[in-house]
């Protein structure tokens, strides 16, 4: 099966069709370790789809995650470790997708699995990104959702510098 990252959505509307029928078959046939690999495939199928359904990509890592740890497949435990830190990212719950995606960067970096390494410290970069975007724009925009930060909790390089911070 190709990956659903780049798809359409209506090839994702038959690429979560292929995957139901993998989940189903596998499971019929009692072949528990391609049952993981296709709850992980859904997982990645629901996040992509357009909007994404990131409650049911939750769930099918979830459910991947649990039997992919029963049954020892250590790469497929590193990919729902980054399915699910970056379902927990899009979804704003900053402080599991930083355990989740640095879970799975441990795990590529002791399999040497590099290129899927490099792909969870790009999601860390962003995480971080978004992280001091909303704490900037909630201390110095107005409009944005909550009251504004006090400047002792903001991280960026004028307070800090201020407050005789990281930057001297």
């Not at 292929?18 to 690999?37: F, M, P, Q, V």
Request: net charge negative; glycine share 8%.
């Amino acid at each position: 099966m190709t990956s659903p990252l780049h798809q359409s959505p209506i090839r994702l509307r038959g690429d979560l069709g292929i995957g139901d029928r993998a989940l189903r078959l596998s499971r019929e046939r009692g072949e528990r370790g391609y049952e993981a690999w296709a709850l992980r495939f859904l997982g990645e199928a629901a996040s992509h789809c357009d909007p994404p359904d990131l409650e049911t990509a939750e769930g099918h890592f979830r459910q991947a995650l649990a039997l992919a740890d029963e049954l020892s497949m250590r790469p497929l435990v590193a990919h729902c470790h980054l399915g699910l830190g970056k379902v927990s990212r899009h979804s704003g719950d900053w402080v599991n997708a930083r355990e989740r995606l640095m879970t799975a960067v441990t795990m590529y970096r002791e399999m040497a699995m590099d290129p899927w390494l490099a792909q969870a410290e790009a999601e860390i970069r962003a995480l971080a990104h978004e992280e001091c975007g909303h704490d900037w724009s909630r201390a110095h925009n107005p409009s944005a959702s909550g009251p504004p930060m006090p400047a002792a909790e903001r991280r960026d390089s004028t307070d800090a510098k201020r407050v005789g911070g990281w930057m001297g």
